[in-house]
């Protein structure tokens, strides 16, 4: 009977998505900031894209598909275009790595509210 009700759970818990990771809300601030100064001109203020850049509330931008580190690379090194045709990202100046990471804090905490924790199209 535990196997089954531990089954059950397991199951019931997969389909959800995993839990909300607790983050440091000044870091969330702090990334929010530098998304809104660096980032939302294209990505969108609500980031849900606009006529120059893609949303990141899409499930193509869940951890499991773009990882922190590729959102790490395409600020430093930009990104030629393989899941929209908003045309090349460019490195965007000014960001260090740290800033990079509480930028991804945000886009993550915001990913997670909106319930976008993974893509299923991507193993």
């Known amino acids: 009977m535990a196997l089954v009700v531990g089954t059950l759970v397991t199951l019931a818990l997969a389909e959800e998505g995993p839990a909300s990771v607790e983050r440091d809300p000044a870091v969330v601030a702090a990334g929010e900031a530098l998304y809104v ?7 969108g203020a609500d980031l849900r894209g606009s006529s120059t850049g893609p949303p990141l509330l899409v499930p193509t931008y869940a951890p499991n598909h773009h990882a ?4 790490q690379r395409a600020v430093a090194f930009g990104v030629q275009p393989h899941h929209w045709n908003f045309g090349p990202m460019l490195p965007v100046e000014g960001l260090d790595r ?3 990471s509480r930028i991804i804090t945000y886009v993550r905490s915001v ?13």
């Open 37 to 43: 100064d660096s980032c939302a001109v294209c990505h």
């Open 68 to 71: 922190d580190e590729a959102f």
């Open 98 to 100: 740290d800033d990079v």
């Open 111 to 123: 990913q997670e509210a909106e319930g976008i924790f993974r893509d299923p199209t991507h193993p």
